[in-house]
């Protein structure tokens, strides 16, 4: 698994919980690395046997974990390049749900060797939309739910989120797009800068 | 065959473009061209008076403009902030010509100096990609440089900490110092021997570093060899070497081992055509625990026998005593280990 990832998930858990809390997952999980780098590429048992202890450690389900880290992305002053990018998807709430299924391309763009796992987007009924997000990693749906959660606060939409298991791995998120301009939403311009 | 646009069918397609008409006057102007200067009535204005040709050079009249179609015109904006644009002026019948206008490479400054959105570029513009591009490889190196500059800092730290001489593979003068310091503060009896090479000099200068280096290489594995697996050989110097030996319970067992390692340094060594032809000179001290020695005191004790070695005429080996620091004191400049001997 790309280092970006297993970087998040150790952001999010130093971030939200401390470096102590931090290490006693890396311990749990029984990896040598305590430090990931963003920039290398780390076993793909590495990401699961971290995750599994961060639900032990913080006593947590797995998709309620993965709906907080989804929501840590891209609302912590750290990870404001995350939600920066992800603005770039479209000027209203709906342009940037279209945009989700050029994410992992988005991604391979910038950094060519990250796969993000692939996402879906449908679009059934006026405002209803499902994404299906097919992954190897449990849990990625409720990720994508805590993104697409603090995603519509920050276009100001109203929209109601729910998962739907399918199995073989895929989770489905379902959307119902109540208002797309019920609040404010934050301010996002292309021009500024994150970094 | 010309096709009249309507103004809003261009608003749409090309958001930062402006119409002229047979003077050269500007009538209308997309929305997006408008954002670049909001309080100037580009309307009305003539376009050379507007705008500024930098590249073709020499652009100052309409028909020479008119002349300049299709060619990629380098344009300044009047008014600030400074506008450098990219353009391309087309005719649209009947004299009226459309200039359409993009930020080219200062896209990222554009966007930021005039506050744009999305809606100011036309739907298949590359804009928008091309600032995301811009911010997620901005990231993305900056990641790669800050663990560049982290290797780079434990490549550094990782060679401070280094036991090894990286040339001959025998430990260095940090390991060494290491095992000094816990020989005497368990107060052992141990013995120090400090080596340094006669004639090295020569071989360097008449064959070259590269015979030099074959030299170092092969004293190092005969030091291995003539000393004991508990013996610590480091390399201190140039041609310069220290062996560590703990547990020496006869002084006449430090006398053998200097004599064989002599006799192995003065095996003629081999290298290309060339046979080289050294030898060693040892001064040793023996500790046998309980003393007040210290590191300094130690490393200056085996630097006065070796000392005497070389006056005494080279390829041997002397034992400290403390009557070699009275000689040492009339007949010779204070020593140390960075001053080359005779």
Known sequence: MHGLINRSFQNYMCDSYGKDAWLDVTARAGVSTIEFEAMLVYDDAVTPAILNAMGEVLRRKRGELMEDIGAYLVSHPNTEAVRRLLRFGGMKFEDFLHSLDDLPDRARMAVGDLHLPAIELHNHEEGHYSLICDSPLTGFGHLMMGVLRVMADDYGALVLLDLEESGEGKETVSIRLIKTDFADGREFELGARAL | ????????????????????????????????????????????????????????????????????????????????????????????????????????????????????????????????????????????????????????????????????????????????????????????????????????????????????????????????????????????????????????????????????????????????????????????????????????????????ALYASKNDGRARQTFYTPELRKTANSLMPPTGRGIKRP
């Open chain 2, 1 to 304: 065959m010309t096709i009249a646009f309507e103004p809003d069918v261009l608003d749409m397609l090309c958001p930062m473009h402006l119409m002229l008409d047979g003077q050269g006057v500007i009538t209308h102007i997309g929305p997006t061209t408008q954002k670049l200067r909001p309080d100037m009535s580009l309307i009305g204005m003539r376009f050379l008076d507007a705008f500024t040709v930098m590249r073709p050079r020499g652009i100052t009249t309409l028909d020479q403009l008119r002349n300049a179609r299709h060619l990629k015109l380098h344009l300044e904006m009047a008014g600030v902030p400074p506008a450098r644009l990219k353009g391309v002026l087309v005719s649209s019948g009947q004299n009226s010509a459309i200039v359409n206008l993009s930020f080219g490479i200062s896209i990222v400054d554009g966007v930021r100096d005039y506050a744009l959105t999305n809606a100011d570029f036309a739907a298949t513009d590359l804009a928008i990609e091309m600032l995301y591009l811009v911010e997620a490889k901005t990231a993305a190196m900056e990641s790669s440089r800050k663990l560049n500059l982290r290797l780079q800092g434990a490549k550094l730290a990782a060679e401070e900490q280094a036991f090894t001489d990286t040339l001959t593979g025998l430990k260095n003068r940090r390991a060494l110092d290491q095992v000094l310091e816990r020989l005497l503060t368990i107060n052992a009896a141990f013995a120090v021997m400090h080596i340094d090479l006669d004639y090295f000099k020569a071989v360097n200068d008449t064959l070259g570093h590269a015979a030099g280096d074959h030299v170092l290489q092969v004293v190092a594995k005969a030091m291995i060899e003539e000393t004991r697996t508990t013996d610590t050989v480091a390399r201190v110097g140039g041609d310069e070497f220290t062996v560590i030996l703990p547990d020496v319970r006869d002084i006449n067992v430090l006398d053998r081992i200097g004599r064989r390692i002599i006799g192995r340094i003065e095996v003629p060594i081999p290298f290309n055509n060339s046979l080289c032809e050294i030898s060693a000179s040892i001064g040793t001290v023996w500790i046998q625990g309980g003393n007040s020695a210290t590191r300094e005191t130690v490393m200056e004790d085996a630097d006065l």
